[in-house]
């Protein structure tokens, strides 16, 4: 989500989100497709003003999570009620299964099960540092830029917009000092709604664990019903 995502860390198991920019299978696996992209012809879409992505308080979303290169295409639910949010990816009889959380102002990502990865005995809830929420989330999306407008191609063709939003470690002036890219997505909304999430590139130092580092989320559905959101008992609470 997840979240434009800096919260996996080199010590953790965590899996994929967009959380805070927020899949090994076991032998070789065809590649499943991906909706293709097409710029949408539409005289019309020059003339109104794009808005960027926004993620809504309340949100109730399916889909698939997808790591292209690995062969990895799991189911995903992403759901949001009154301000917090939760992804999940997988489950326990796929090859991949975590949940990332935005709860109470924290940011969570948990790992159940990871391909290649050992997670016996079980990893922690990786509870990140810091004051995090879906207002600091949507203030860092209002950054982002606009690629432009395209038709997401598949059983049924979407009209999005395409955003980019990126994060960059280091200085802010080139060649002083080493800049290196932490995170990058690709974000396609619906060209009508920006808090109607249609799928997600995610690429950067939050996707570690996948060799291109790059996963992938798709939406089939998703509306503005209030979702679900569970902090894991194996997470700590908010205030700890």
């Known amino acids: ?41 539409d005289s019309s879409s020059s003339a109104r003003e794009p808005r960027p992505p926004q993620l809504p308080a309340d949100f109730s979303g399916t889909g698939r999570y997808i790591v292209r290169d690995l062969g990895i295409d799991v189911p995903f639910t992403w759901q949001g009620r009154d301000g917090n949010s939760q992804m999940i990816a997988g489950g326990p009889e796929y090859p991949i299964w975590f949940t990332n959380l935005i709860y109470e ?36 999306l209002k950054t982002a830029r606009f690629v432009g407008p395209e038709i997401l191609q598949g059983e049924n063709d979407r009209h999005v917009d395409h955003w980019r939003v990126g994060v960059v470690g280091g200085f802010s002036v080139p060649g002083e000092v080493f800049r290196f890219p932490i995170a990058l997505g690709d974000i396609y909304v619906d060209q009508r709604d920006p808090s109607q999430w249609w799928q997600v590139l ?36 908010p205030t700890s």
């Open 202 to 237: 995610q690429f950067g130092l939050q996707n570690l664990f996948d060799p291109e580092l790059d996963e992938w989320f798709t939406m089939t559905t998703f509306d503005h019903r209030p979702g679900q959101v569970t902090l894991p008992d194996r997470c700590p609470p």
């Open 1 to 41: 989500m997840a979240w434009i995502r800096t919260r996996r860390t080199l010590g953790s198991a965590a899996a994929g989100g967009l959380f805070a920019l927020a899949v090994i299978a076991p032998g070789p696996a065809a590649a499943p497709a991906l909706p293709r992209t097409a710029h949408a012809d």
């Open 105 to 140: 102002n924290t940011l969570y990502t948990l790992t159940y099960r990871w391909p290649n990865i050992p997670l016996f005995p079980p990893r922690a809830c990786s509870k990140v540092p810091g004051f995090f929420n879906r207002q600091i989330f949507n203030d860092k």
